[in-house]
C-alpha cells in the first residue's frame, strides 16, 4: 500500500518503477514453496530445460508472455520428452520436434493425435459394429446428428433469388463462367463452372471445392483440373470455402477461422447440391465431389451428410489421427455426433458409393494405406463391394494436388462415371493438361474486379452473419 502511495504521488521516479515491479516478480519467482504452488514463469522453466538437456527450444515472446508453471521443479523428470510434456500440458501446449534436440513451441493441437492414438480410436469405434445393418444402424444415428452439431437442423430458409451468372468464356473443348449463388439472405458461395462444349444428354458433375492453398481456386492447377474434367464430359463447379476468394468481399480472412466457417462452407455445398440438381442438363446419378487438404475433409463431410453425392474423392485429407487443422474442418463439434466419431468413419459413410483417397508420403495421410483404407475396405465389404473404394498412395510426394493426384482423380472420373479419357489423352495414352487456357485471376470473379458488382443488401462483416444463426452466440 506504502508503495503504491508513494507511486501516485510521484515521490519515486517513474523511470524506477518497472525496475521495482521486475524486481518483485524475480523474488516472488525465487520463493519457491507451497504457498506460491512453487510457480515459476514459463520463460525461467523453458531456459532451464534447455540448460538442463542441452536442447533448444524455439518460440517468440508473445508465446510465454504472463504464463506460470505450478510446482514447476517437480514436473522435472529423467528426460527432455516427459519433462516438457509434464510443464507444458497443463498450460494447453505443446512442442514439435523438428530434429534431434530441436523443438518448437506450439499451442496444444487438439486436432493432432499421435498416429497409434488415432488407430486405437478408429479400432474402438469399429467395435460398434460387425456387418450392414449394424453399420447402418450406427449411420442412422450419426447423421441427423451432425446436422445438429452443425446449426443446419433445420436448414436455414433458402433466399428467393436466381444465380448470378457472368459472361461465358470459350476455349478449347470446354466453357467457363462465374457463378455466385445466394445461401443466406445476402450472403453468396461464389465459383466458376468449367463445362464441355457440345456435351448430347445428361452431364455428370463434380464439385471441386478448394483447399487452404494459396489463392485458392485461381490457382494454376485448379484451373487446369477442372478444365480437364470438362473436356472429358463432365461439368466442373469449382468454388470457394468461406472466408476465402471472393468471399473476403464481405468477411475477413480471420473469420474463416472462426467455427461458424464450417456451417456456412457445409451449408454451401448443400445449396449447391440444389442448383445442380434442379438443371434439366445435370445427370443426377452422377454427381460427384473432389477436393484437397481442407476442401478434402469437406468432401468427406459432405458426402457423408447429402446422398445426393454418388462418388466422393478427397485428396491428402483423410486420416484417422488428423482432423484438419482449421476451424473449417473441425470448429464445430461434428466429431462429437454418435457418442465420438472421427474422419475415417465419416468416410466410411460414403459407402457403397465410389471413393477415391489420395494420400501420400508428406503429411497425415503418410499412413492411409496401413490402417485406415484397410478399414474402409471392410466397411465397403459389408456392402460386397470392396473394389468401390480406392487408394492410390503417392510415398515420395507431398502435400499439394500435383500432376499424379489429378491423374489419380481423372482415371477414377473415366471409371465410374464413364467420362471421355481420349478426350484429354495424346497419342502415346498420357494425359495432356497443354490445351487447358489458365485465366487470370479476375477473370474468374463474378463481382467484379474491386468488388463493384457486388448486391447492395449485401450481408456485410462477420457479427452480423452470427445473427442469422443465434445458436452462435451462445
Known sequence: MRLYRFITQGIIPAILITLILSGSDLLFAQTQNTDNLYKKPL???????????????????????????????????????????????PLDMKVNKEKPGVY?????????????????????????YHDK???????????????????????????????????????????????????LPGVWINGS??????????????????GHWEKQRYRPDCQIRCATIARMGAMAFSYDLFAWGESMLQFKYEDHRRSLAQTVQTLGGIRILDYFTSLKETDTTRIGISGGSGAGSHCILMTAMDNRIKLSAPVVAMSSYFYGGCPCESGMPIHQCGGGTDNVELAAMAAPRPQLLVSDGGDWTAHTPQHDFPY???????????????????????????????????????????????AVKDKSGKYDETKVTVEKENALYVFGDKGEKLPKHALMGFENLEKLFPGATK
Open 376 to 422: 474402409l475396405q471392410k466397411m465397403y465389404g459389408y456392402y460386397g463391394v470392396k473394389d468401390q473404394v480406392e487408394n492410390v498412395h503417392l510415398p515420395d510426394e507431398k502435400h499439394d494436388f500435383g500432376i499424379n493426384k489429378r491423374i489419380a482423380l481423372y482415371d477414377f472420373l473415366i471409371k465410374n462415371f464413364k467420362l471421355n479419357g481420349t
Open 133 to 183: 445393418a449394424s453399420w447402418e444402424k450406427r449411420k442412422a444415428e450419426i447423421k441427423p446428428e451432425l446436422y445438429q452439431a452443425l446449426m443446419l437442423s433445420p436448414l436455414p430458409a433458402k433466399p428467393v433469388a436466381k444465380p448470378i451468372i457472368t459472361s461465358k468464356r470459350i476455349f478449347d473443348g470446354y466453357s467457363v463462367e462465374n457463378i455466385a449463388l445466394e445461401i
Open 43 to 89: 520463460v525461467e522453466v523453458l531456459n532451464e530445460i534447455q540448460t538442463r538437456f542441452k536442447v533448444q527450444i524455439k518460440y517468440s515472446a508473445p508465446q510465454v508472455k504472463d504464463k506460470w508453471v505450478n510446482y514447476a521443479e517437480w514436473r522435472f523428470r529423467a528426460n527432455v520428452d516427459e519433462t516438457l510434456a509434464n510443464v507444458l500440458t
Open 193 to 210: 463452372l468449367y463445362k464441355p462444349l457440345n456435351a448430347r444428354g445428361k452431364i455428370p458433375v463434380v464439385l471441386s471445392p478448394d
Open 104 to 128: 518448437k513451441l506450439k499451442e496444444y493441437e487438439y486436432y493432432r493425435w499421435e498416429v497409434q492414438d488415432g488407430w486405437n480410436y478408429l479400432d474402438t469405434l469399429a467395435t460398434k
